[in-house]
């Protein structure tokens, strides 16, 4: 494809729920990170693989999130008994190395009610 | 028409006239700026950028300015048209072996035809 896609572009779910969010990059882009999004503010990083490693999860804000990039291509989200606190929009972005721009898709808005 | 992106969230141009959106980073350490525009209900697309190395660089109707002494971005947008209407983003290069980006708060642009 030409761009990132992401899948759902809506998901509302119920506190307590289990989500998985899905992360199709750019061809060939070997970098991958994961950032939040809520109204009125900027991204939040999340996670950032490089191939199908995470080289820094430092920004999950517990363990209820996970992610993974089990082939360096696809990523998928997961986030486990969902708070409603976890409502935002999910990025994902993707760059041909860690070193150059990141590509954004357009982000799957997630509901918790 | 100018902003400080801290202090004044929103501005509002005419069509035809020159914007001037600003930001002031945190790290004095980074070396890699970026500024992106972020239209409703998608995700953030990429501008321009430049590196530390470099205090100006232009691109097709927009010119970022870097003054690292005083740890100030600006990007300037020459005939702005109603499609620049968006949020813009600076976001700054976490110095180190990851490369997260660290981002502002923001401005919204508002172009009244």
């Known amino acids: 494809g030409a761009g990132v896609s992401q899948t759902p572009s809506n998901k509302v779910t119920e506190k307590g729920k289990y989500v998985e969010l899905r992360c199709d990059p750019i061809?060939?882009?070997?970098?991958l990170y994961w950032y939040r999004q809520s109204l009125g503010q900027g991204p939040e990083f999340l996670i950032y693989?490089?191939?199908?490693?995470?080289?820094?999860d430092s920004g999950l804000p517990n363990d209820r999130f996970f992610a993974v990039r089990p082939e360096g291509s696809v990523s998928t989200l997961k986030i486990q008994r969902t708070e409603r606190g976890d409502s935002a929009v999910y990025l994902c972005?993707?760059?041909?190395?860690?070193?150059?721009?990141?590509?954004f898709g357009p982000g799957t808005r997630l509901t918790v009610l | 028409g100018e902003s400080v992106g801290l202090h004044l969230p929103t501005l509002s141009v005419q069509e035809g006239d020159n914007s001037i959106i600003n930001c002031a980073y945190s790290?004095?350490?980074?070396?890699?700026f970026i500024w992106y525009k972020q239209e409703s209900g998608k995700g953030p697309q990429f501008i321009i950028d430049?590196?530390?190395n470099m205090d100006k660089r232009q691109g097709q109707r927009v010119t970022v300015l870097l003054n690292k002494t005083v740890k100030h971005l600006s990007l300037q947008i020459a005939a702005t048209q109603p499609g620049d209407s968006a949020v813009y983003f600076c976001?700054?290069?976490?110095?180190?072996?990851?490369?997260?980006?660290?981002w502002g708060l923001g401005t919204s642009l508002a172009v009244n035809p």
């Open positions: 972005a993707s760059s041909l190395t860690g070193a150059d721009t990141q590509y």
């Open positions: 061809s060939g882009h070997t970098a």
């Open positions: 693989f490089q191939g199908t490693g995470a080289a820094d």
């Open positions: 790290n004095s350490a980074s070396d890699y």
């Open positions: 430049i590196r530390s």
């Open positions: 976001a700054e290069n976490n110095a180190g072996n990851n490369r997260k980006l660290i």
